[in-house]
């Protein structure tokens, strides 16, 4: 036998011995039994067919979790009074206060740090209690997902928490509905799970917050968010990651999108040492509009991958796809964008367009842009450009008094900003403006 083959064959199979044993040993953590126990088995015997994605996989051809991830960290234990002081801490730190909370601290919902009511027309539940409630026929389809991929089946696997959320029809909260996930243990996992239904002719904005408490390091969030969107709403969805440095976070979106509804989302990446943000959006129903507005800000060695796979399934809906990454020292951002559409899905009306500012030498941007159409009667794009800052702008900045760094954080603020007018509500833009600009500041 081929030496270097069996060592591979050797190495993937301790690998999968490894996340085995991992999910032996939480099982007993887990909610939910009888069905519910079967469908994470099945979710995880999906998971050890394919293992950790790899570069030989198309999808996850710059994301390697073989080499970035390499494991999965044991799963956190539920918070106890010490995990909660430093979660409280760090949710003061987060910079808004007008909204709905729902805070998920190591992987479970913590009522005490939560808002105690919901909105009018709004109803949450903690997705651990369905799962234990044995009354709740249909409980174990909650982690069912229509994406074959091996990181949301390996999340059904091992899901602790996270929420369901219903919006009742033609309701409008007040406020954003804000789901915050707290990290304050090191070398763990927290595996979560939303699913959020909302009817016909709502309104509403939804704002999720990744961070970790003060000391918490080298931990893994493994999050899967499910959204369905009923005719004529209108949902605003902004997602900002500021975990640790050394953390790692495997997020996933399902989204599906009924009739003459608009859909707006907004995500920032500035945390995490290996990141990935994968969308699965589909537009199910006829004349619908999908704007998405991507960031990636990194610096040192971090890797960040936004993937976003848009569906037209249906004719007469609108999708734009928007990345813009700022990229320093030796740092990595990858943008997979793939437009779908089906053969039924005439006038359909897309396009996509990646642009990257490289502060360094040694940084890396990776595009993939993808067209898939079925249909005859579209208008479907797609364009990519990577450069450096204006030279002559520097100039004539650096002329009027401003050192290096001021001058390059101000054409950086222009290169993000028309990303960030993106967002509706101005409380929630003032938060991403101040998230850059920290940002910014860390480079000085």
């Not at 409008?172 to 763990?188: E, G």
Request: aromatic fraction near 6%; charge should be negative.
């Amino acid at each position: 036998m081929n030496v270097a083959l069996a060592k591979s064959e050797t190495v993937k199979a301790g690998k999968a011995l490894a996340i085995g044993e991992t999910f032996a040993e939480a099982r007993a953590r887990l909610p939910g039994s009888g069905d519910v126990a079967d469908r994470r088995q099945r979710a995880y015997e999906t998971f050890e067919r394919q293992g950790l994605p790899h570069r030989r996989l198309e999808d996850w051809k710059y994301t390697d979790l073989r080499v970035l991830l390499r494991d999965v960290a044991p799963l956190s234990l539920s918070p106890d009074d010490a995990a909660l002081a430093r979660a409280k801490t760090a949710l003061a730190s987060l910079g808004i206060a007008d909204t709905h909370r729902l805070v998920i601290v190591d992987g479970i919902h913590v009522s005490a740090l939560s808002d105690p009511e919901t909105p009018a027309g709004v109803s949450v539940k903690s997705l651990r209690d369905i799962l234990n409630d044995a009354s709740v026929e249909a409980r174990a389809d909650l982690l069912l997902s229509r994406v074959d991929d091996p990181m949301i089946a390996l999340n059904a696997a091992f899901t602790t928490d996270g929420f369901v959320v219903d919006v009742a029809a033609a309701a409008a909260p007040d406020k954003p509905i804000h789901i915050v996930h707290i990290a304050t243990r090191s070398a763990t996992s927290a595996f979560t799970r939303s699913l959020v239904k909302v009817n016909a002719k709502a309104k509403v904005t939804i704002l999720e917050s990744f961070l970790g408490a003060d000391g918490a390091s080298g931990y893994q969030v493994h999050d899967t968010a499910v959204l369905w969107v009923g005719d004529d709403a209108d949902v605003q969805h902004v997602r900002i990651l500021d975990d640790a440095a050394d953390a790692a976070n495997i997020a996933s979106a399902i989204v599906t999108l009924g009739a003459r509804c608009v859909f707006n989302t907004f995500s920032m990446t500035i945390g995490s040492g290996v990141s990935r943000y994968q969308s699965f959006i589909t537009l199910a129903g006829e004349n619908s509009s999908l704007a998405t507005n991507s960031i990636h800000l990194l610096r040192r060695q971090q890797h960040g991958d936004c993937s976003f796979v848009i569906d037209h399934a249906v004719p007469n809906c609108i999708s734009r796809e928007t990345f813009r990454a700022v990229l320093d020292d030796r740092a990595r951002s990858v943008f997979q964008g793939k437009i779908v559409v089906r053969q039924q899905a005439q006038k359909t009306d897309g396009k996509m367009m990646s642009r990257a500012l490289l502060l360094s030498d040694d940084a890396e941007m990776d595009n993939k842009p993808e067209l898939e159409i079925f249909a005859d009667d579209v208008q479907c794009g797609h364009g990519a450009t990577i450069g450096a800052l204006d030279n002559s702008l520097l100039f004539y900045l650096r002329a009027r008094g401003l050192n290096e760094k001021q001058a390059q954080a101000l054409l950086i603020q222009a290169f993000v900003g028309e990303a960030i007018e993106s967002i509706a509500n101005e409380a929630l833009r003032d938060l991403v403006v101040a998230t850059a600009e920290r940002w910014l500041e860390a480079r000085a």
